[in-house]
């Protein structure tokens, strides 16, 4: 540790001198073998809580362990580090995230497919909102979603070795870390397919009862910090309302033309749909009841 942060110190001052950074990348190496050789005799949690502290100083101890937490299957843990030192060496540590990323991605798919489908899809959700800034968390949680509303999946997952990453020694971490976890190899971004079959005519379950005359009416608000009343967005508001709407006309029976459907509505939006005391007669709901002949019945 005292080596690697002189050395550092060293290559910071004199930026420009070779023999420096030589010296840096072979001190690094030395240590994360170090650190690895730990975890092969059988002391995981010190070889690698060693190279969490040699993190603040090597980039390639950042990237062995983001790739030993996730091949571990921490996936979570994994993505911690990996936007913690991203931030430190965003050059170096751009392909790791993306590498750790995908393999949770398609961790959380192959839970889904094993039948672990509402504890997959709650944890795709609750990564997007926490790393909000990466898309490919959000993608993961959307299709999880509309598999899960649809209730019919057919996943495709092709996995390959990911490309060693340039930085001097990655080939000695790819082999330290296939004898620590198996030559399961990690998922690279490019070898990933999610196909997920919808098709709500045959997927969404069909209830027998059938509501001809029903009459039923979705609001889904979901922004409301715009309005400065104290009151957080619901930022899927609008994604449960369509969910919503799919069950009121397969399962519960409702004519898709009798569903009426308001988003973000305001105090008048609501008004036209309900009217208002002193003239119900002029509510749209009012207007759709009095089409049926007094036969509807109204879900809200």
Sequence with gaps: MAALKGIQSA?????????????????????????LALMQAGKTKTGLALLEKGAANSALAAQTLCR?????????????????????????????????????SARLYERFRRGERAPAMQVAKL??????????????????????????????????????IAGGGDIDVDRALRDLYGEKPAVSGSQVTLEIAVDQDKNIRRGSLRRPHGIAVIIGNQRYAARK????????????????????????????????????????????????????????????????????????
């Design 229 to 300: 009343k104290g009151l957080p967005d619901v930022k899927y508001a609008g994604r449960d309302a369509a969910v919503m709407e799919k069950y009121l006309v397969k399962t519960m029976g409702f004519a898709k033309e009798n569903i009426l459907t308001a988003l973000d509505a305001t105090g008048s939006d609501l008004r036209v749909m309900f009217g208002i005391r002193e003239r119900p007669e002029k509510a749209k709901l009012c207007r759709y009841v009095k089409g049926e002949r007094g036969k509807a019945e109204v879900f809200v």
């Design 127 to 164: 990564l997007h909102e926490k790393y909000a800034f990466e898309p490919k968390l959000k993608a993961t949680y959307d299709k999880l979603f509309n598999a899960y509303i649809n209730d019919d999946t057919t996943m495709v997952i092709a996995v390959a070795p990911p490309q060693p």
């Design 68 to 104: 030993a937490l996730s091949r571990s299957g921490a996936g979570e843990q994994a993505l911690v580090q990996a936007a913690v030192w991203k931030k430190r060496y965003p050059k170096e540590l751009a392909a790791i995230w993306d590498e750790v990323v995908e393999s949770e």
């Design 11 to 35: 290559v910071n001052t004199w930026p420009q001198e070779k023999r420096l950074k030589s010296a840096a990348l072979e001190l690094e190496k030395d240590y994360v073998k170090a650190a």
